[in-house]
């Protein structure tokens, strides 16, 4: 068995398998929520830091990383604005647009993108995942909690209210929850600085990957609700065409006249087929949306993209 083969086990064991035992612990009450949310802080604030500064420090630099903002704004605003303009601003309750917009814009780059990506094109691909997926981070705090709230306002029949913005800035974007961040920038230091990484933390950012995996997904598996997903699974058809159909061949379109790495071009495609983020069910929650449409939508389309989409794409863009 191959290297490449051989990883791609790891959609079994790194993402499949933590959402099973994740929802057997919820449903056997084994952990609570609780130490659920204390997973899913020490995959954010830890394990990604970690991983970020890992991956960063041996990323090959290249003028085409100035790109990555571009296309990291792209896969956000352009299927949101598709999803908005075809069918979110149709539906006449604001929750349900809210929970559409936000599963529209925000895709599992960063825990499923950056695994799959490993797995095709090892720690190179995860550093292009998680540097595009940093900018989704910002346009979740610029443009998704805003227009979610926006939508529980006018779900309650108000569009303004006296708050001070700053204090909501601030408590965004001053966060641990932002550490990764910090973590990208110091591997780029020591990169552009040619202080090369030693050779036995790339073991350790090989377990990490797998660590980071498990505290990412079990705490999804957790969160999963199969009646809620019954009941609203015809309500996700267009978001499915939207991440499968029409986001692949416009990113393909887009990135093969402009990225001449292949590793890079690839990764894109990778990304622009991730399905809806736990994300998108969180901002649904924090701002009292439509929360089984987001989750329907998280669940559906994470389901099509391990069990269909990822392994035609293995086949398609393995080196």
Not at 235 to 242: D, F
Not at 252 to 269: C, E, K, M, N, S
């Amino acid at each position: 068995m191959d290297d490449i083969t051989f990883r791609l086990l790891f959609v079994v064991t790194d993402l499949i398998a933590p959402l099973v035992v994740g929802y057997l612990l919820k449903q056997r009450h084994l952990i609570s929520q609780r130490i659920n949310d204390y997973l899913i802080r020490f995959n954010i604030i830890i394990v990604s830091t970690v991983l970020a500064l890992l991956s960063f420090w041996v990323l090959p630099l290249s003028w085409q990383l100035l790109l990555m903002p571009l296309f990291g704004f792209y896969l956000v605003l352009f299927p949101g604005t598709i999803g908005y303009l075809l069918f979110a601003r149709h539906l006449p309750d604001y929750l349900d647009r809210g929970a559409y917009a936000a599963s529209a814009m925000l895709a599992n780059l960063g825990t499923l993108g950056g695994v799959c990506a490993f797995i095709l094109y090892n720690e190179e691909g995860f550093a292009y995942a998680q540097l595009i997926a940093t900018f989704q981070n910002v346009l979740l705090c610029l443009v998704v909690f805003p227009y979610a709230r926006y939508c529980q306002l006018k779900a309650a029949g108000r569009t303004s209210e006296h708050h001070s913005r700053l204090a909501d800035l601030r408590s965004m974007f001053l966060s641990p929850n932002q550490l990764c961040l910090v973590g990208m920038m110091a591997g780029l230091v020591l990169n552009g600085a040619g202080i090369a990484r030693p050779a036995e933390l790339g073991t350790v950012f090989q377990s990490l990957v797998h660590i980071g995996a498990w505290t990412a997904m079990l705490p999804v598996g957790f969160l999963l609700d199969f009646s809620a997903a019954r009941r609203n699974l015809h309500r996700v058809h267009s978001l499915t065409a939207l991440r499968f159909l029409l986001m692949p061949i416009i990113t393909w379109l887009i990135a093969r006249p402009l990225i001449a790495d292949p590793v890079l071009r690839h990764t894109l495609i990778i990304l622009a087929t991730c399905p809806t983020a736990i994300n998108a069910v969180l901002t649904a929650r924090l701002y009292k949306l439509n929360v089984d449409l987001a989750s329907t939508s998280f669940l559906v389309t994470t389901a099509m993209y391990l069990c269909l989409i990822f392994p035609l794409l293995f086949f398609l863009l393995k080196a």
